[in-house]
């Protein structure tokens, strides 16, 4: 494989109860509009200067690039990825909530909002503001457990069928003390995620029963995507 190849490889997947192959080779170029490029050129750690998470991200996204209307990231900081996300997906509207207003950033595709990411309330507020349906929702946030999963039970739903729900830097999971995980580390977004792969059920102390429920009935496949350096990690969950 060469030096470009793909960095990231498939950890764990699972697609109605079975488990799918993996990935190789190369991810697909598209006429100049190389997620990881847009990556590196805007500066966030999701291209080849940090976690790679984008050769494979391509992968998934490059079949929906001309067709999303709206794709949705939790974690703004200065906008870099809602850029990189701007020149790849040329028909949608990009959204972001951050903790911290980034209103500065707000352009006719560039929508942001001001939210804690694991107060459903605010995320409501947020979905009053702009609804539903979303062809991505990619949480990088505050990456800690209560976090993670509050966010992404509640935004699930709002995924439409097709789509996808990315969980970034799912490695804080293995951080221990810290980013919310208790004692015994049953909490953990990891573990949430390999007891999905395993028995196909979403379990989780930061969901709703509904949400849980709704998650389970609902993931067509779950893919954990490990860096090359096998310390990033990052979660693609695809809806139904
Ligand atoms: C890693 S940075 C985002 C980087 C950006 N996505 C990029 O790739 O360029 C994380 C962001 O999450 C925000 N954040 C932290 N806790 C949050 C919370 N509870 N709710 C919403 N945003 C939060 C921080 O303010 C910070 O801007």
Redo the contacts with the bound molecule.
Sequence with gaps: MKASAVRLCLAGCVAAGSVVCGIQGQAPRDDGHDLTRLADKYG???GSTVHNYTEVYQYFFQPMRNDARKVF??????G??LFMFRDYFPKAVIYG????DSHRLDSPRIKTFV????NRKQLQQFVDAHGSDFDLILD???HTME?QQVSFGYFFAHVKPGGYYVIEDVHTSLMVPGWGIDEDQKNTTLAMIENFVRTGTIVSKHMTAAEARYATDHIRYCNLLKGADLHSITCLLKKK
């Design positions: 966030t750690d999701k990231e939790i974690g703004v900081a200065s870099s990825s909530i951050d903790i911290e939210a804690d990411q694991a990088d946030g505050g976090q």
